[in-house]
């Protein structure tokens, strides 16, 4: 799997839009970019995923650069229930070999009132 | 609610016993994900069934084993318990294997081994 490498925090104040980076330099072309959050030890909730164009829904909006080589993440508006450890995952569930999720440290964004 | 069910969702046990974790997929999904979640180790694959079947196996010990019954229910035993032991357990289910779909997770079994 191609491995992620994101910030290990960031602050964002409420209301405002949070960014969080990923870079994937080692992506293959047939392999997605997923996104998932943890809040504070709940169960890991998935919110997005995209190949090479930008992706929205409901959570979030999904920015991939043209090489693919990074990704960035956008919750529009951050509110306080934002706060939770984001994890930029890469390759997962390719069909072939382990099937499962290989998660990093993530980025742990904290949104400031 | 991801309609992913984990039972029990806090267990305490000492060492040297064993305990089994039970996880009940989304309804329709046929795979089923182990995950350990440790302080120092963060979320780490286990183990992979799909309809039954064992699929995959990721950085489980050999203590531990699992199965998936023909309701499509898992259980995780854990046997001979050691303090390193203690984390949280989390199950995630999935429709198919493989493909590009999103993966639902439970809320998790938080094991304290005393």
């Known amino acids: 799997d191609a491995k992620t490498t994101q910030p290990p925090s960031m602050d964002c104040a409420e209301g405002r839009a949070a960014n969080l980076p990923c870079n994937h330099s080692t992506i293959s072309g047939n392999e997605y970019v997923y996104w998932y959050r943890q809040i ?3 169960g890991p909730q998935y919110i997005i995923h995209g190949l ?3 992706e929205t829904n409901e959570m979030a909006s ?5 090489d693919r080589k990074s990704s960035t993440l956008i919750l529009p508006h951050a509110t306080l229930r934002d706060t939770a450890v984001y994890y930029c995952i890469v390759n997962l569930f390719s069909g072939g070999g382990a099937d499962g999720l290989t998660f990093g440290k993530g980025t742990h964004l904290i949104i400031q009132p | 609610d991801s309609g992913v069910t ?3 969702k806090h267990l305490i046990t000492a060492t040297g016993q064993r305990v089994t974790l039970r996880c009940s997929p989304r309804s329709g999904d046929l795979s089923v994900y ?3 979640q440790s302080l120092d180790q963060g979320l780490q694959f286990l183990i992979q069934y799909y309809n ?3 699929r995959a196996k990721g950085n489980i010990l050999e203590r531990f084993s699992a199965q998936q019954f023909p309701d499509l229910h898992s259980e995780l035993n854990l046997s001979s318990l050691e303090l390193g032991d203690s984390a949280l357990y989390f199950c995630a289910s999935t429709r198919i294997p493989g493909g590009r779909t999103e993966a639902f997770f439970g809320q998790g079994t ?3 081994v005393v």
């Open chain 1, 40 to 42: 504070h030890s709940q």
């Open chain 1, 52 to 54: 090479k164009n930008n």
């Open chain 1, 62 to 66: 999904l920015i991939i650069t043209e």
């Open chain 2, 6 to 8: 984990q039972t029990p």
């Open chain 2, 34 to 36: 182990w995950y350990q």
């Open chain 2, 52 to 54: 039954g079947e064992e």
């Open chain 2, 110 to 112: 938080r094991l304290t």
